[in-house]
């Protein structure tokens, strides 16, 4: 998916929600380990009640990596049921030399067709470039995340920048705001005007909103772009709304009031 | 395994050499074609074929990922298939959020049984608290890579103390030597006497050697300690020694070239 086709899905859904399908087989509502594959069955009836409100899903992999063979089983149907229309991220955090992040890309853009991948930046240029090779493909590339461990070396100062703020700089001239988000926490909404500074165009990928505790209008406020620009990130929140059968409306009813308040704020922000 | 089992393996084999499984089906010897799962025959034939000679096996998650089910089918065939008493690396270079990194290291420890895992230290310690929270098994940390990239951010500079410095320093309030190893390139071997100074104890796995130009005596001189302290990678030099039906016995002569060279360092440093 290209950028202009993502924000015309956000202006027809009035919502930039991204829903992280983090499917836990120790949370998922307890009738559903009948079904055969009950990750996927509940993945499913998640994207049915929720396809209309958000513009993105985002499967964080570890929680299919953790069930081995059957889990990445789990993961190729979920992918092969998110519509074709709404984007698609693998929350991956992968990251290696060269020749391995090719093997990565490979997996993930062509053996699983995600419109894109979350990278971590430590490795440098050649552990991302191979990653921006693919077209109308997208590296997130891990900038300010939303956790604590994110003080122990993101703030790292070198006296004029921190190392948040030189991946964002340096990553710039790997790809451009076609083909590279950011990941940026809303736990430090402040940060965001700061973070526009130094990337005005980009899409930024923003967890934290919800259950970590951040706030959707604050982001709003300092992150939003003439493009709206955020993706915002809500997945136990909506995910584990209910535990019954009625999960999948639950969950709806949470992906609504999210959406609305989107609504709002792309017509304040004069964005609809 | 634990530490003392480590050393004791590399003092009986007189070798600390790691060999890396990145099996690419583009690369095995084309008769390989023919078996059901090309990818584990090859391992199979290359871990008999040296696994007297080496200590540890890496297979490189990303070339088993890159075919979905199937590679990971592969990968568990390859992790039951290696002898319980040489030691595993899943080199996943994995981390995320603390709830993330935990089904990371379910996936890598329990189902798939590894020893040990690399992990990236962009996200901090409850990245990687999680992983070392379970018994006889290891994080092996990036600290200085051996690709070009390692300049773009391992570098940066607060003043008194470098990006991998301080993920040196700080890891290690986390962790100890019986559960904490770094990843350290072979390209740049003079940085090994100042990693000492801050990691006196701990194992280092060492890549770079071999393909990517490292030099294995001079890696020595300035990296080993006490307990010998290295684990030296070699991937392609091993594995890809011959492309015909003698490719593992191509793969031991390699092998065996470089243990030799082991053995005679481990006499010189006083280790046997």
């Known amino acids: 998916m290209n950028k202009k086709e993502l924000i015309n899905q956000i202006k027809e859904k009035k919502s930039f929600l991204c829903v992280g399908l983090?499917?836990?087989?120790?949370?998922?509502?307890?009738?559903?380990?009948?079904?055969?594959?009950?990750?996927?069955?509940?993945?499913?009836?998640?994207?049915?009640?929720?396809?209309?409100?958000?513009?993105?899903?985002?499967?964080?992999?570890?929680?299919?990596?953790?069930?081995?063979v059957k889990g990445w089983e789990s993961l190729q149907k979920?992918?092969?049921?998110?519509?074709?229309?709404?984007?698609?991220?693998?929350?991956?955090?992968?990251?290696?030399?060269?020749?391995?992040?090719?093997?990565?890309?490979?997996?993930?853009?062509?053996?699983?067709?995600?419109?894109?991948?979350?990278?971590?930046?430590?490795?440098?240029?050649d552990s991302v470039t191979p990653f921006l090779e693919f077209k109308n493909k997208w590296v997130i590339l891990l900038a300010l995340t939303s956790n604590k461990g994110?003080?122990?070396?993101?703030?790292?100062n070198s006296g004029d920048q921190r190392l948040f703020e030189?991946?964002?700089?340096?990553?710039?001239?790997?790809g451009n705001d076609e083909n590279l988000m950011f990941v940026v926490g809303a736990t430090r909404?402040?940060?965001?005007?700061?973070?526009?500074?130094?990337?005005?165009?980009?899409?930024?990928?923003?967890?934290?909103?919800?259950?970590?505790?951040?706030?959707?209008?604050?982001?709003?406020?300092?992150?939003?772009n003439k493009d709206c620009g955020l993706l915002i990130n809500s997945s136990r929140g909506i995910i584990y709304a209910g535990n019954d059968e009625s999960f999948a409306e639950k969950s709806r009813n949470e992906a609504m009031k999210i959406q609305k308040e989107m609504a709002i704020l792309l017509e304040q922000f004069k964005l609809i």
């Open 166 to 174: 030189k991946v964002i700089q340096k990553s710039q001239k790997w």
């Open 22 to 68: 983090d499917a836990d087989i120790n949370k998922i509502p307890k009738h559903l380990l009948e079904f055969e594959d009950p990750i996927f069955e509940f993945n499913k009836q998640i994207i049915d009640a929720t396809k209309d409100l958000c513009v993105a899903y985002k499967p964080n992999i570890a929680f299919y990596e953790a069930y081995g």
């Open 78 to 125: 979920t992918i092969d049921y998110i519509p074709k229309n709404i984007f698609t991220i693998a929350d991956a955090k992968r990251g290696d030399i060269g020749n391995t992040s090719k093997m990565y890309a490979q997996a993930f853009f062509e053996t699983f067709n995600f419109d894109s991948i979350t990278v971590a930046p430590y490795m440098g240029e």
């Open 189 to 224: 909404p402040e940060m965001f005007s700061e973070i526009r500074d130094l990337a005005p165009d980009n899409f930024l990928l923003v967890p934290g909103v919800g259950a970590q505790g951040g706030e959707l209008s604050e982001v709003c406020k300092y992150g939003m």
């Open 150 to 156: 994110a003080d122990d070396f993101q703030f790292f």
